[in-house]
């Protein structure tokens, strides 16, 4: 296998994880026989503050060229002002955009070893394996029209909630397949009883279900969605939801394994490399301290791997590894542990 991967680093922490994702790669690559070539490109409020523009044309091509990207994390303090013509956010919608990776993937495993490390009673983490999949181009975020006026002499802000029944279609189809290989259920997310474009999800997410007989599906509005994610995840499979919704509810579940640190996500569309990234931010107050977690970095590399190169078995080795170093008692500080973003790497790299 010969595949040529985007690095996207970002700010903050995202230099120091994606090296570390990038050995582990390297390790696989050598053991495997594959030869993987990485080219870095800057995005987020690197690449405004360098090229005045959170993404420039040259990036998104040299992405939309690759056969998968992989990304830091993006922001900060210091590119935060709501006025700025530019913010790093806005080079993550529009890659994502550009890419038209239209599904998010965010698994949430408890790992036993780590139970100690979430706010939940170990009794309610037992046996939680949820998979949320995201709608990623459509909604509050990419509606139209948004902005803000002047309106009889007040200020005004508008943000727009659409859907289109292919963009729900798609997504779905994507939930229903892979919770065929799980446990066979998903659960719809909407807000139903007051939305209209969730009307419109549901209606839809009932049709798509007909289509896979072997799959129970339960409608289930955002707001009990968040709660049974406290009260009762273990009963949860696939969770498959709008935009912002899934935004919310993936940050929610990511105290369940202990440590955002933890977390991967995939994001993949049709056809075209998928875009691959940790789920925490860009963690500015310890960027440089060299204690940030990989794991869930190295994690969206193995996904990387499986989704975007068909590398199953190479994938399935770091997630091994992973598992057997957590288990081992091996620890960043966000777990309880004393490792650095490199020696915790080199714990799992050992395993590979």
């Known amino acids: ?50 090229y005045g523009s959170s993404l420039t044309e040259e990036t998104l091509a040299a992405c939309q060229a690759a056969d998968a990207v992989l990304l830091g994390a993006v ?8 006025n700025a013509k530019d913010r790093p956010e806005r080079g993550l919608l529009a890659l994502r955009k ?16 780590l139970m100690e490390w979430s706010p939940l009673k170990p009794e309610i983490l037992e046996g939680v394996d949820i998979l949320v999949v995201r709608e990623l181009t459509g909604g509050l975020y990419f509606g139209w029209p948004k902005g803000r006026e002047i309106k009889d002499g007040r200020e005004r802000a508008v943000d727009t909630l659409e859907y289109y029944d292919y963009e729900i279609k798609r997504v779905m189809h994507l939930a229903f397949k892979l919770a065929k290989g799980r446990k066979k259920k998903v659960i719809s997310v909407d807000k139903a009883n007051v939305l209209e474009s969730s009307r419109l999800w549901r209606q839809i997410a009932t ?70 990234e940790p789920i925490h931010g860009s963690a500015p107050d310890i960027a440089g301290k060299g204690i940030a977690n990989p794991v869930g970095t190295i994690l969206s590399s193995a996904a990387l791997l499986r989704h975007s190169l068909n590398l199953e ?18 620890r960043t500080n966000d ?18």
């Open 98 to 113: 550009g890419l038209k990776v239209f599904a998010n993937l965010r698994p949430v495993k408890v790992h036993p070893a």
């Open 207 to 276: 049709q798509i279900g007909q289509e896979y007989p072997d799959v129970e599906l339960e409608h289930m509005l955002v707001d009990t969605a968040s709660m049974r994610l406290i009260t009762g995840p273990a009963e949860m499979d696939v969770v498959v939801t709008e935009n912002m919704f899934g935004d919310i509810l993936t940050d929610e579940a990511s105290v369940l394994a202990g440590s955002m640190g933890m977390l991967s996500s995939a994001s993949l569309g049709e056809s075209g490399p998928g875009l691959y």
């Open 75 to 82: 922001g900060g303090p210091k590119w935060d002002d709501p």
């Open 313 to 330: 078995k190479e994938a399935a080795t770091i997630e091994s590894a992973i598992d057997e170093v957590i288990t081992s008692g091996a």
């Open 1 to 50: 296998m010969q595949a040529n991967i985007v690095l996207l680093p970002g700010d903050g922490i995202g230099p120091e994880v994606v090296t570390e994702a990038v050995r582990v790669l390297e390790g696989i690559a050598s053991k495997h026989g594959h030869s993987f070539s990485f080219t870095e490109h800057l995005m987020g409020g690197c690449s405004i503050d360098k």
């Open 335 to 352: 777990i309880g542990g004393k490792l650095s973003t490199t020696q915790m790497a080199d714990e799992i790299i050992t395993r590979l």
